[in-house]
T-cell receptor
Framework: AQSVTQLGSHVSVSEGALVLLRCNYS??????LFWYVQYPNQGLQLLLK??????LVKGINGFEAEFKKSETSFHLTKPSAHMSDAAEYFC?????????????FGQGTILTVHP | GAVVSQHPSWVICKSGTSVKIECRSL??????MFWYRQFPKQSLMLMAT?????????EQGVEKDKFLINHASLTLSTLTVTSAHPEDSSFYIC?????????FGPGTRLTVL
């Protein structure tokens, strides 16, 4: 079975600072990995996904993530935080090895951005 | 882009009543839909996978007689919480598969009094 661990349930940064949200996974098959953002009382929006192509994946809103197989990690970064980035972020792995199968989510990381 | 809607967006009901939540793919046909549950300040947990025209596949620990899922058409799946109790209060989110992508609805907040 696959699992996802997000290190840090809360991350706080200043506006303009680097954002780093950590995600580690375990999977018995080559994983498909995802980062989603959730704003209060809303559904999930896909930020980016890794599907075994390029290891550095660029997503929307200036976010990117790097797949590191040796570290079983898929950390999310953004060079300069914006106030609108404040939200909850979920890392997920696809159990079926596809981008449309069942997803296993991490615990979530709440990002706070201070002015 | 592909849009998934849920109705209602929030609902309050009395203990013992049943509540139906709809998940619709607005501009595409979805052969597969997923239902997730999210407790406050927690992650999403998959409840069941719904395939059009067939019985839903429930995850371990999810009561299929309590959470009835129907996927009668390629654009609509429904989740009915039967005889709801306060512990069923949660945020329910659906997602729909379209091609090689999965798109999420905005969620339905259920509060059982």
């Amino acid at each position: 079975a696959q699992s996802v661990t997000q290190l840090g349930s809360h991350v706080s940064v200043s506006e303009g600072a680097l954002v780093l949200l950590r995600c580690n996974y375990s999977s018995s098959v080559p994983p498909y990995l995802f980062w989603y953002v959730q704003y209060p009382n809303q559904g999930l929006q896909l930020l980016l996904k890794y599907t075994s192509a390029a290891t550095l994946v660029k997503g929307i809103n200036g976010f990117e993530a790097e797949f590191k197989k040796s570290e079983t990690s898929f950390h999310l970064t953004k060079p300069s935080a914006h106030m609108s980035d404040a939200a909850e972020y979920f890392c997920a792995v696809s159990e079926s090895g596809t981008s449309y199968g069942k997803l296993t989510f991490g615990q979530g990381t709440i990002l706070t951005v201070h002015p | 882009g592909a849009v998934v809607s849920q109705h209602p967006s929030w609902v309050i009901c009395k203990s013992g009543t049943s509540v139906k939540i709809e998940c619709r793919s607005l501009d595409f046909q979805a052969t597969t839909m997923f239902w997730y549950r999210q407790f406050p300040k927690q992650s999403l947990m998959l409840m069941a996978t719904s395939n059009e025209g067939s019985k839903a596949t429930y995850e371990q620990g999810v009561e299929k007689d309590k959470f009835l899922i129907n996927h009668a058409s390629l654009t609509l799946s429904t989740l009915t919480v039967t005889s709801a109790h306060p512990e069923d209060s949660s945020f329910y989110i659906c997602s729909a598969r379209w091609g090689f992508e999965q798109f999420f609805g905005p969620g339905t907040r259920l509060t059982v009094l």
